[in-house]
Nanobody
Framework: QVQLVESGGGLVQPGGSLRLSCAAS????????MGWYRQAPGKQRELVAQ???????NYADSVKGRFTISRDNAESTVYLQMNSLKPEDTAVYYC??????????????WGQGTQVTVSS
């Protein structure tokens, strides 16, 4: 019904940057909130950043000032620009999108996850 395709993860040195992308496709009427979560080994999945339809943003305290979330509504895509990366940012990053589909349902959709590793 809805597919989310993530890209942009990888290995980067401390202080480096990465940009994650997540594109939604399928039976989409409209997209509500879009966001990024992450899960490190042995830890619970946590919210990293979220952006509403109007462009309001919300960030975890640990990434404020370093990460920037944005969205392209025409392309149904959400981005996460990650700067000044730290080893503690290492995790699998998942995009999350709330989508109104053709059937009239609001669907919570998750990406497949992309690994981000920050290490020297």
């Amino acid at each position: 019904q809805v597919q989310l395709v993530e890209s942009g993860g990888g290995l980067v040195q401390p202080g480096g940057s990465l940009r994650l992308s997540c594109a939604a496709s399928g039976s989409i009427v409209s997209i509500n909130a879009m966001g990024w979560y992450r899960q490190a080994p042995g830890k619970q999945r946590e919210l990293v950043a979220q952006i509403t339809t109007s462009g309001s943003t919300n960030y975890a305290d640990s990434v404020k000032g370093r990460f920037t979330i944005s969205r392209d509504n025409a392309e149904s895509t959400v981005y996460l620009q990650m700067n000044s990366l730290k080893p503690e940012d290492t995790a699998v990053y998942y995009c999350h999108v709330i989508i109104l589909v053709l059937s009239g349902q609001l669907v919570n959709s998750w990406g497949q996850g992309t690994q981000v590793t920050v290490s020297s």
